[in-house]
């Protein structure tokens, strides 16, 4: 399986804040797990290729997503 996450954000410097802030939780990862994370302009590009079930990449999802949101609810309390 394979799953693909593309945020759009306001400026390519917020785009590579959260990614930076979401690396240290990329590794390490369990076997049949890969996740690949790049910054193309203002967009954040996130593929997971998943050979473990439906709710391993259904967790990855929800734990990535988590990080994110965090990077930014943080991003923004010390604007």
């Known amino acids: 399986m394979i799953a693909t996450i593309k945020l759009d954000f ?6 590579k804040r959260v990614l930076e802030s979401i690396k ?4 390490p ?5 890969t996740i690949d994370c790049s910054v193309k302009g203002t967009k954040l590009l996130i593929t997971i290729q998943c050979t473990r079930s439906i709710d391993s990449l259904g ?11 965090l990077s930014l609810r943080t991003s923004k309390s010390t604007e």
């Open 29 to 33: 990862l369990p076997k049949g797990l």
């Open 59 to 69: 967790a990855t999802l929800e734990d990535i997503l988590s990080a994110i949101d």
């Open 24 to 27: 240290p939780d990329n590794s």
């Open 10 to 15: 306001q400026s390519s410097d917020i785009a």
